[in-house]
């Protein structure tokens, strides 16, 4: 626009010149003798010249204070000058005002006729040049207002080279060919674009022109007048006569580019600089050659780039520089440049300039030196990217926008980048230039951590930057090549594909985090590779505390977008404690969780790990993927059960977000044992998770270690299966199986007995409750004449709340069912029930002997049991027992029994007070059956018992008291009394008694009390046809000794008949049971062996003589 508008200018100006010099062609030669003799007014002419100047300016009104001729003897030329032009319109806008205006014409011209001005001055006046919004172009004296009313449309011819050719050819056109000198003074000068809304005002402008046959000169000056002050500006334009050879020297001083850029358009980013600069340009060109010489000395003060609060400091920038025609090369002497974007000092060359358009080459090479220096990209990197030096060499083509790198050497701290590529611009589809860069090369030194995330773009990869700005504690990287091609299309997706870039580096004495709160690895060495979207990482060895690592991995399968799954990886032969302290870190918490501690357990073995983690900031637990394998040997720990160590372990540890499993075999108590404890993971709160199996053998030494006291009963091993279900060690249930084969096993005296070989199961499931309850839901055992089904349910304290059985089958000793109940809730009393078709009680009944209350009070308890046969002795049955037994602990119980005997009904009831006695009556229709079923005696047959008597209360110690009374019965094999019938000389009676025949008696009496251990014996008597016995006396069951007194009483019905007689009775016959004839003894030392003494001579003495005689026999 301003090139064309300067022709327009210089047009109107040649037509005011015109003006003039149609003013000397009428004034015609006369006036040349008078102008030789000094200036001559031409007032005459004034008129005239008025209306051709407003002609020429397009203006109404023209005035101007004289017009004058001279001339000049020196130059022979006629002077025709114009003083205080004032050219304006009809409404008084004045379009321009020149003090001056002078043309000289040749006198050989005007003589041929023809108006060819040799030389014009001006002095002063107004010049705009317009372009309007839509395009025209104008240029004029005056306002810019009044240029754009009369702009013309561009593409009238009115070109850059339209003028060049003017100025090459100057006598092609009649008015311009004989003009050698233009001299423009004192002039004013807008500029106004309305496309780029550009308004420049130029101050003191001038312009001098210079032209002979050989050379054109043009020197143009003047002030910009701007907000920041005036900025001087001072261009030189030297060129030969065909415009073939060209010359440029240009300075300005104070200029600030914010104050002259056009608020739009291609140059208004020029408005982004605000600080002075001042410049010198010198060049020398030719078309055919191009530059020949040419120099630039450039200086930017301290101010600003950019506008707002993203402005940067600039602090100040110089450049120097030359061209060197010897080898055609552009030679950079300095280029410092000191702002907060970029911090540099550059030199070097640039040569080989070629395939030049309008004298600018369109390729070159070059060789630059960059010292230290850094470069703010604005938040692209963490830090502004800082180097110490930077060496290049290459080639650019400025017509593909490209630049090439033979050589690319930037020493950054302490490595040195030997690169070579290529960079190029490329315009993308929605309209952006975007860069391609193609770069392959070496990195020497070491690289840290730091360093790594100074050059990592903040906005790439940022879940990736992230976990190594906090994951990399340490470390040191050597040995990198980098391949790198970036295309535009990278940067419009934001995404590189792999094979785009390789960036492959060294590594050790690296220390990083796979999970925030776990131990770190350190120590870490091998290689790693950074391509375009993914990394991966080999490490050859490293720690994690002090467990050496070995075939350790990182694989990150995609940089961008975020969130990819990184997976670290390894293995190492490690202790069994540290393994398990490290998984028992949080957030995994695999071990402690489960009432274990690491520390408690030994061992070594292979391990291998994989974790999974999102490329996050903050990564749930539920998101952490992990696959742990573990396989260690000799593992020993403490259960915390009886001091019970499991030892010589061989187990398989695998863990995965599912579940964490341990299988493999150890010692249990000396036992072989296989354990398999398997924990699920992620179940919904309070789900059991936890399966415990076990499957050992043992033996009775086994089983003592467990805390069993089987021994007694076991001889052999058993097959125990143990499976349980809960959360950690806290089980839910616990299920039991026994395979009992290879044992012997005793049970309940000689009442079951398993010989080693024959096929038994036992199997019991066990549920424990939240409130510490346990439900044996199921238990049975299963043998050769054995069979058990039952089920019990336990409080926490331990009590019994309520048990089951279905089957109690003991062959030949019971078949029943039965349970125990609390009818009254949890803290009433139990109620037991037992009931079956068979009970085998001859074992259990002689412990029923025991009055003397020293077991304590029996606790609140009802007990009913039912059994159609009951074994009592071995020979004898009873048949429809049943028995029920209500206690209240020290408030008093009843008791009664009822059985059917084949003599008759078997009763027995028993009542107490609350702190009271217990009453007992009994009626049993068989004595001696009754006898031998309590375990007491044997040597009685026959007989119907009536017992009634009482104890001391529940829990008392005290004096039991019975009178038992007894019907015909016959008493046989009684060794002591035999002895003592054969010392009374009673040699009959003594056979019969040691013999099964035995000695038949009509009735016994007798008083019993037992207290501490003895019974004794008082007035007991029985009586029979032919013997009459009377005793009393004591017997110690503590110490087995017995201490007795009595009578004997031959042939009793006879001997008894006198004893009836009144009044002689009395005295003949001493007690009741005795006769007119009896023999004193008496019994005492040990049960099997008392001392029995008789004295026969008291059979002479009457019943109250026969009293002398007692315990002197």
Do not use: C
């Not at 120097?320 to 010897?326: A, I």
């Not at 990482?537 to 490293?542: K, V």
Request: aromatic letters at 6%.
């Amino acid at each position: 626009m301003i090139k064309r508008s300067i022709r327009v200018f210089v047009i109107y100006a040649l037509e005011a010149v015109a003006v003039l010099f149609a003013l000397g062609l009428f004034a015609g030669g006369a006036l040349i003798w008078r102008l030789s003799q000094g200036p001559m007014e031409l007032d005459f002419l004034v008129a005239d010249a008025q209306s051709r100047l407003a002609d020429a300016f397009e203006g109404d009104l023209v005035s101007l204070t004289s017009l004058e001729a001279r001339f000049e003897t020196e130059t022979g030329l006629l002077i025709i000058a114009a003083r205080d032009v004032t050219v304006a319109e009809a409404g008084g806008n004045v379009i321009t005002r020149a003090p001056l205006i002078e043309a000289g014409f040749g006198l050989d011209t005007l003589l041929a006729g023809r108006i060819a001005p040799a030389s014009v001055s001006i002095e002063g006046g107004a010049v705009s040049i317009v372009r309007r919004a839509d395009g025209a172009v104008g240029a004029g004296l005056g306002s810019p207002e009044r240029v754009m009313q009369d702009a013309r449309p561009a593409g009238r011819g009115r070109d850059v080279d339209a003028v060049l050719e003017l100025l090459r050819n100057p006598d092609d056109n009649a008015l311009l060919g004989r003009l050698t000198n233009v001299s423009i003074i004192s002039a004013s000068v807008r500029v106004v674009d309305a496309i780029n809304n550009l308004d420049w005002y130029i101050d003191q402008a001038e312009l001098h022109l210079d032209r002979n046959p050989d050379r054109l000169q043009a020197d143009l000056s003047g002030r910009f007048a701007t907000t920041a002050g005036f900025a001087p500006v001072a261009m030189r334009i030297e060129a030969g006569a065909d415009l073939n050879t060209f010359l440029f020297e240009a300075r300005a001083e104070n200029l600030f580019p914010r104050a002259i850029a056009p608020l739009s358009g291609p140059f208004a980013a020029a408005g982004n600089l605000n600080a002075p600069i001042s410049v010198e340009m010198f060049a020398s060109a030719s078309r055919s050659a191009g530059i020949r010489a040419a120099n630039l000395n450039l200086h930017v003060g301290e101010g600003q780039l950019g506008r707002g609060p993203e402005a940067r400091v600039i602090r100040g920038l110089a450049a120097s520089m030359d061209y060197e025609p010897l080898d055609g090369a552009i030679r950079i002497n300095e280029l410092t440049i000191d702002t907060d974007l970029l911090a540099a000092a550059i030199s070097g060359r640039i040569f080989g300039m070629r395939e030049f358009d309008d004298a600018f080459p369109r390729r070159w090479n070059y060789e630059l030196a960059i010292g230290a220096g850094r470069l703010d990209m604005g938040g692209v990197f963490e830090v502004p990217p800082e180097w110490n030096s930077i060496d290049m060499a290459g080639e650019v083509n400025a017509r593909n926008l490209e630049i090439s790198f033979d050589r690319l050497d930037a020493a950054i701290g302490p490595i040195i980048a030997r690169l070579s590529g290529l960079a190029r611009l490329r315009l993308v589809d929605d309209g952006r230039w975007l860069p391609e860069v193609q770069l392959n090369g070496t990195v020497e030194g070491d690289i840290s951590p730091d360093l790594v995330l100074q050059y990592w773009p903040v906005q790439l990869a940022d879940g990736a930057r992230r976990w190594i700005k906090e994951a990399v504690i340490s470390g040191r990287l050597f040995d990198a090549s980098l391949d790198l091609d970036l295309n535009a299309e990278a940067l419009v997706e934001e995404r590189l594909e792999d094979e785009r870039m390789t960036l492959s580096f060294a590594f050790d004495e690296t220390a990083f985090r796979y999970i925030s709160t776990m131990t770190p690895v350190t120590r870490g060495s091998g290689r790693a590779t950074l391509f375009g979207n993914s990394f991966e990482l080999t490490m050859d060895q490293g720690f994690i505390g002090e467990t050496p690592i070995r075939n350790g991995y990182v694989n990150i399968p995609y940089l961008n977008p975020r969130g990819a799954i990184a997976t670290f990886g390894g293995a190492a032969t490690a202790q069994a404690q540290a393994a398990l302290a490290l998984i028992d870190e949080p957030p995994l918490n695999l071990v402690s969780n489960y009432g274990l501690d690491p520390e408690l357990i030994t061992g070594h073995g292979e391990v291998s790990f994989e974790i999974r983690r999102p490329m996050l900031e903050e990564v749930p637990i539920e998101d952490i993927g992990f696959d742990i394998r573990a396989d260690f040997a000799d593992v020993a720990m403490n259960t915390g059960i009886r001091n019970l160590v499991l030892s010589n372990g061989n187990v398989l540890l695998t863990a995965t977000p599912q579940a964490v499993e341990v299988a493999g075999d150890a010692q249990l108590a000396g036992a072989a044992t296989h354990i398999r404890w398997v924990e699920t993971l992620g179940l919904p709160e309070g789900e059991a998770s936890t399966a415990l199996e076990l499957d050992t053998r043992l033996d009775a030494t086994a089983l003592d270690r467990l805390g069993i006291p089987l021994r007694r009963y076991l001889d052999g091993a058993i097959d125990v299966r143990m499976q349980t279900l809960g959360e950690a060690f806290e089980f839910d249930t616990v299920s039991l199986s026994a395979d009992l084969r290879d044992a012997r096993i005793e049970w309940l005296g000689s009442l079951f007995i398993k010989p080693e070989g024959e096929a038994a199961t036992a199997e019991a499931e066990m549920r424990f409750g939240e409130d510490g309850g346990v439900n044996i839901e199921h238990f049975q055992m299963q043998a050769e004449g054995l069979a058990v089904q039952a089920n019990a349910q336990f409080a926490a304290d331990g009590r019994i709340l309520s048990a089951g059985v279905s089957r109690l089958f003991l062959e030949d000793y019971i078949e029943a069912s039965g349970s125990a109940l609390r009818p009254q809730g949890p803290e009433g009393p139990l109620a037991f029930l037992l009931e079956g078709p068979f009970f085998d009680a001859t074992g259990l009944l002689p412990a029923l002997t025991d009055f003397s209350g020293a077991g304590g009070a029996p606790p609140p308890v009802g007990l009913s049991v039912a059994f159609d046969e009951v074994q009592v002795t071995d020979a004898a049955r009873y048949d429809d027992l049943r028995l029920d037994w209500q206690s209240s602990g020290a408030g008093g119980e009843v008791l009664t029994l009822r059985a059917a005997t084949p003599e008759g009904a078997l009763t027995l009831d028993m009542t107490s007070e609350p702190g009271g006695r217990r009453e007992i009556a009994l009626l049993a229709p068989d004595f001696g059956e009754f006898l031998r079923m309590l375990g007491l005696y044997d040597n009685v047959v026959g007989g119907a018992l009536s017992a009634t008597g009482s104890t001391p209360p529940p829990g008392v110690e005290g004096r039991t008291e019975f009178f038992v009374e007894s019907g015909p019965f016959t008493l046989i094999r009684m060794p002591v009394l035999a002895r003592v019938l054969a010392a009374g000389s009673l040699p009959g009676l003594s056979a019969l008694l040691s013999g099964d025949e035995g000695i038949a008696f009509d009735l016994l009496q007798a008083g019993i009390a037992i207290e501490d251990g003895n019974i004794g014996i008082s007035e007991a008597r029985a009586s029979g046809p032919s013997l009459g016995v009377t005793t009393a006396g004591t017997i110690n069951m503590t110490e087995d000794r017995l201490a007795l007194d009595g009578v004997l009483a031959p042939s009793y019905g006879l001997n008894s008949f006198i004893g009836n007689l009144p009044i002689v009775g009395d005295a003949l016959v001493s007690r009741p049971g005795e006769g007119v004839i009896g023999i004193t003894f008496s019994a005492e030392g040990p049960f099997d062996q008392p001392t029995v003494l008789a004295n026969p001579l008291s059979v002479l003495a009457p019943g109250l003589l026969r009293r002398l005689f007692e315990g002197s026999a």
